[in-house]
């Protein structure tokens, strides 16, 4: 039950801004748990000299491809995902199969 104080229908923009305001938590441009670096991943971006590009993608980006790749459950999956990620980011242009004009490479 919401007490009558509070409005219904509170925007979440304001009722993060009265959280921050009171020190309550910290909120991170990344709202979803963040994906650890797999030692796999980081030694292929690293063998295909693609590092810099995968940390020039947007925190959501980078993330996103991680728990794609970690959701795999195969080995087969696990590989054919990360060869995708590093492909893509070697093209430009694309994001998780999607065209993606902001990461186009000159």
Request: aromatic share 8%.
């Amino acid at each position: 039950m919401v007490p009558p104080s509070l409005p219904r229908m509170m925007d979440c923009k304001h009722f993060l801004s009265l959280f921050l305001k009171a020190g309550k938590f910290q909120v991170s441009p990344l709202m979803r748990a963040q994906q650890p670096m797999p030692h796999f991943v980081a030694e292929a971006l690293k063998a295909r000299n693609l590092l810099a590009t995968y940390q020039a993608r947007p925190d959501y980006q980078r993330n996103d491809y991680l728990g794609w790749i970690l959701r795999a459950k195969r080995p087969e999956t696990i590989q054919k995902r990360l060869q995708q990620m590093l492909d893509e980011l070697e093209k430009g242009g694309v994001y998780m199969g999607m065209n993606h004009p902001p990461s186009t490479r000159k």
